[in-house]
């Protein structure tokens, strides 16, 4: 296992675009009503939709949208009537791409989709073309600038049950079975570490290496699928 292969969109910067706070709030409260309308709406009780809120708050999401589609998702408000999708997609010079999102109208997410695809040089593929390269992991990051002690953290992950880690430009990026995501991310906040985020993901079993002309064409088509309104989450083949 070589190199993180999710593909995040722009952080919060100061100056940002305020049409581009407002795309990703938008994707965050659809995760959050997804997450409310399958668990629950008690944080304490689904671990997913508490993870989402954490991110939310992080990314200075405001409570008040929070607890809107928390209320949403759960039947507080109008019906959320939200789906889940996976497509699995080639893009430029045959990289292997992961496409999750969240949608109220699949036929017209796919058209979308479809459409940035082709004018990138990429295509959507029959469903298990591209999965089998990858499995779903649970994978937590710690950013640099949170720790303190390199070897006690390796320790911990280690300690935790952990299947493997690995130090890249963001900091530590661990690996977990899916179902024990949860039960690492709790040991690790128990003994103090600060963690940037933690998520199931698609890893690829082995990721390979491209071109510098190649990996900026699926930058460039990466950008134009996350500025889809459906799109949540992008995963990919190659070292990023």
């Known amino acids: 296992m070589s190199g993180h292969s999710h593909w995040h969109s722009i952080r919060f910067k100061k100056g940002i675009a305020d049409a581009k706070k407002s795309k990703i709030f938008s994707k965050l ?9 399958d668990g629950g709406a008690d944080l304490t009780f689904n671990p997913k939709l508490r993870t989402i809120v954490e991110k939310a708050k992080s990314e200075n999401m405001t409570s008040e949208s ?19 999708f996976i497509f699995e997609a080639y893009g430029p010079n045959g990289t292997a791409i992961m496409i999750e999102g969240i949608t109220d ?7 979308e989709i479809k459409l940035i695809l082709s004018q990138h040089n990429g295509k ?5 073309a591209i999965r089998w390269m990858f499995d779903k992991k649970g994978v937590i990051i710690i950013d640099q600038e949170n720790i303190k002690d390199k070897e006690e953290v390796e320790l ?8 493997n ?9 661990i690996y977990t079975k899916f179902d024990d995501l949860d039960k690492i991310k709790n040991f690790l906040e128990e003994n103090k570490i ?4 933690s998520k199931p993901e698609w890893v690829p079993k082995e990721n390979i290496e491209i071109e510098e ?3 900026e064409k699926n930058q460039k088509l990466f950008e134009a699928l996350d500025d889809n309104d459906d799109v949540q989450n992008i995963y990919t083949n190659f070292n990023l």
């Open 29 to 37: 409260a659809k995760e959050i009503s997804i997450a409310a309308r």
């Open 213 to 215: 002309i190649t990996k």
């Open 66 to 84: 929070i607890d809107r589609a928390i209320k949403k998702g759960s039947g507080g408000t109008e019906g959320c009537n939200y789906e889940e």
């Open 156 to 163: 911990l992950s280690i300690e935790s049950g952990a299947e």
């Open 124 to 128: 959507i593929v029959e469903e298990g």
């Open 105 to 111: 109208n699949k036929n017209r997410s796919i058209g």
């Open 194 to 197: 600060k963690l940037t985020s």
């Open 165 to 173: 880690f690995e130090w890249q430009k963001e900091g530590l990026v």
